[in-house]
Every structure is written in structure tokens, then in C-alpha cells.
């Protein structure tokens, strides 16, 4: 069983930045794929961003695009997520994902693609 905790949610002001930061248990995280989905009141729950096991091929959801980073430290057991230029509309619950099989030709950007999901942090971006 692979346990996520993410951390560095927060309160910020539009315009402003945080880092989400998400650590898997388990020795095999270096081969999963990776995700972060966020939820905000009253939404279904949307994808992110996502990162292969290699860190090489990363996946966005438009609304993040150029303002998002997802990368990730194998040694760390620890996927990132940089927020940049943060806006109301960001503000939701995000979660970490792992997706135990990291096939070709998949993007990662769907919930049933992932195995394993954190428990969740709140971002909170104020006007």
C-alpha cells in the first residue's frame, strides 16, 4: 500500500505563488506516474497537472498552462507542484495521485488512471 501526504497549501493573494509538495511511501515510487487533481466547492474533481515516472514528459490542463509546474524527485519519494500568478479560481482542494504503472501513450489525466490518492490540501486564493 502507497500512502501520499501532501503539504503547502495555504491562504494567498492574487497574483501570488505556493508549492504543493506530495511524499509517497513505498520503494517504488520512482516508477509510478504522477498526479495533482483539485476540487473547488460545488465541482466535480478536475485534473492538474501530471508527470511521468521519468520526469521528462509533463501534462497540463489548460487553465494552468505557463503558470504551473509539476516536477518531481525520485530520491525524495516527492512530486512538486509550483503555482504561479495565482488567481480565486484556483482556490480549491488539491490532490496528490499515483498511478502504480506508468504506461506509453497515456497522459495521466484521468481520475481511474490512478491507484492511489492523498487525503488532500487546501489552497485558498483571495481577491
Known amino acids: 500500500q502507497v500512502q501520499l501526504v501532501e503539504s503547502g497549501g495555504g491562504l494567498v493573494q492574487a497574483g501570488g505563488s505556493l508549492r504543493l509538495s506530495c511524499t509517497a511511501s513505498g520503494r517504488t515510487f520512482s516508477t509510478y506516474a504522477m498526479g495533482w487533481f483539485r476540487q473547488a466547492p460545488g465541482k466535480e474533481r478536475e485534473f492538474v497537472a501530471a508527470?511521468?515516472?521519468?520526469?521528462?514528459?509533463?501534462y497540463y490542463t489548460d487553465s494552468v498552462k505557463g503558470r504551473f509546474t509539476i516536477s518531481r524527485d525520485n530520491a525524495k519519494n516527492t512530486v512538486y507542484l509550483q503555482m504561479n500568478s495565482l488567481n480565486p479560481e484556483d482556490t480549491a482542494v488539491y490532490y496528490c495521485a499515483a498511478a502504480r504503472h506508468d504506461y506509453s501513450g497515456r497522459t495521466y489525466q484521468l481520475s481511474d488512471d490512478y491507484d492511489y490518492w492523498g487525503q488532500g490540501t487546501q489552497v485558498t486564493v483571495s481577491s
Open positions: 508527470i511521468r515516472w521519468t520526469g521528462i514528459s509533463t
